[in-house]
């Protein structure tokens, strides 16, 4: 059974940092794209930054310059560095990774159960 589970959300006022971890466990052959999203209350989710096997990385417009995602390969991990955080940042944050796994080697997406981020202003 694969789960990602993620790590390091919390409170932090205004213009602060915070690094979230999302780790991939069980049976697990590769992993190819890793991605960040984020729900709002009231919003929908949304992506907020992906990275691929090979590395390419893309973010939203909302965050650039001021996340960057960051992958272990060797550990199944993906991090999110977050930096000069505003309140608008506040949301649920989600992990979400293409994963292949199991006896016939199947590619499936999972999710992690999601980290509390609230930025006060």
């Not at 990602?4 to 213009?15: D, K």
């Not at 960051?70 to 560095?81: E, F, G, H, I, T």
């Amino acid at each position: 059974q694969v789960q990602l589970v993620e790590s390091g959300g919390g409170l932090v006022q205004a213009g602060g940092s915070l690094r979230l971890s999302c780790a991939a466990s069980g049976s697990i052959f590769s992993i190819n794209g890793m991605e960040w999203y984020r729900q709002a209350p009231g919003k929908q989710r949304e992506l907020v930054a992906g990275i691929t096997s090979g590395g390419t990385i893309n973010y939203a417009d909302s965050v650039k310059g001021r996340f960057t995602i960051s992958r272990d390969n060797a550990k199944n991990m993906v991090y999110l560095q977050m930096n000069s955080l505003k309140a608008e940042d506040t949301a649920i944050y989600y992990c979400k990774a293409e994963i292949i796994s199991g006896l016939l080697a199947a590619a499936y997406f999972y999710w992690g159960q999601g980290t509390q981020v609230t930025v006060s202003s």
